[in-house]
């Protein structure tokens, strides 16, 4: 006999089983390119799917048939009610698995300090934040952090880093998605703090222009950065769906941007070699060649997603930095992300990885289409590497 609990348990780890099924497949589909109206009537079918199963499923198991609700009995479940009821389960037990393989994950000792500031960039301009581009309302929603600007320093530990690089420092941006609903001063800011920030090098991981119009805003923006080693950059799957890639791409090279994408570039800095590559997969280009790069280089990859992380350990690659996911904007307590766009749900939904022997950081990202952040801010990174060879004395 199950008993009254279980009961009730088992019956709402059906919904939420179908529900995660659903969840999974959007989020999978985004790391695949679909095309913009495609993965629109998917949303629109995932839609439709959770709510209409889950009112049958109270309704048809629930109140009536077996009346599982009631107290009847699961030995009544039809056939194919049943197959329906246990793949849910199942589907929400591996859920269950996997989040608690990463609420368990220690963090990965390669991360040798973490210090995380948060500012709310509104009071510190001297022009309106908001602007006029689409989904304003979502601005105003209560305990929305889309505005509330998280800056990140990470000290991180890298086996192959030359001794001599030690110290080494990286600005990381990504997912600026300009699109009017939050104003040019506000991003003339956040660039003054990257700045501010002093990398020796600037990195940009894609998802730039929602509304091509505005790529004049690059100029008092982008156009601000400097590198001793230069500013990088690739673009990502909005950028192709929204913006307008060659006018990108040429008003970035203007400002001094050197793109990465589908490429590798090797510079020379203290006596070794770094060798910057970029990777717009699966939505542009193709994937950068190496075969030119000595063996004994340090290799950076600049990816719009971490879905590209076997390819980046295939090339042998030192670091990789990512956006694309967001974070998932939205966190649950204790949950976690639920959406993310990438073949591996949430688990790269962003942070820091040890995948040996490389180390990629996920960022969350500046902004984003829909203007709705919680338990999920903006993030500006500086990665600050440390070498295991000058630790050792090699």
């Avoid at 709310?120 to 689409?134: F, N």
């Avoid at 929204?242 to 570039?265: E, F, P, V």
Wanted: hydrophobic letters at 45%.
């Amino acid at each position: 006999m199950i008993s009254v609990l279980a009961s009730v348990a088992l019956f709402l780890a059906v919904p939420a089983g179908h529900t995660l099924f659903w969840i999974g497949l959007v989020n999978r589909a985004h790391a695949i390119d679909l095309g913009h109206d495609n993965l629109h009537r998917l949303h629109k079918l995932h839609n439709v799917a959770i709510v209409g199963a889950a009112v049958a499923w109270f309704l048809g198991a629930g109140l009536f048939g077996p009346r599982l609700l009631r107290g009847g009995s699961w030995r009544d479940l039809s056939g194919p009610m049943a197959v329906f009821a246990i793949g849910c389960c199942v589907v929400a037990t591996g859920w269950g698995v996997c989040w608690l393989s990463r609420r368990l994950s220690p963090r990965p000792r390669r991360i040798l300090s973490r210090v995380a500031t948060r500012r709310d960039l509104e009071p510190e301009l001297s022009a309106p934040a908001r602007g006029v581009g689409p989904y304003q309302k979502l601005l105003n929603v209560p305990g929305n952090e889309f505005l509330h600007l998280e800056i990140v320093e990470l000290e991180l530990r890298l086996p192959r880093l030359p001794a001599e690089w030690d110290g080494l420092s990286i600005v990381h941006l990504s997912d600026i998605h300009l699109i009017g609903t939050v104003g040019l001063p506000y991003f003339e800011r956040l660039f003054e703090i990257a700045n501010s920030m002093n990398g020796d090098l600037v990195a940009f991981t894609g998802d730039l222009l929602d509304d091509p119009k505005l790529v004049a805003w690059l100029d008092s923006t982008f156009g601000k950065s400097t590198a001793p080693l230069g500013c990088h950059f690739i673009l990502g799957n909005h950028d192709r769906e929204w913006g307008d890639i060659a006018a990108s791409r040429k008003r970035l090279s203007d400002l001094g941007w050197n793109d990465a994408s589908s490429q590798t570039r090797q510079l020379e800095y203290r006596g070794r070699t770094l060798a910057i590559a970029g990777t717009e997969r699966p939505w542009m280009g193709t994937d950068p060649d190496w075969s030119g790069v000595p063996n004994n280089a340090f290799r950076l990859l600049l990816s719009h997603t971490p879905d590209q992380l076997n390819r980046a350990l295939r090339d042998q690659v030192d670091l990789m930095l990512a956006g694309h996911t967001h974070g998932g904007q939205v966190r649950l307590p204790i949950i976690g992300p639920v959406y993310a766009p990438s073949i591996h749900g949430v688990k790269y939904a962003s942070g820091t990885f040890w995948i040996d022997p490389m180390l990629m950081q996920v960022s969350q990202g500046i902004a984003g289409r829909h203007p709705w952040r919680w338990n999920c801010p903006p993030e500006l990174t500086k990665l600050v590497l440390r070498s295991d060879q000058a630790r050792n004395g090699l």
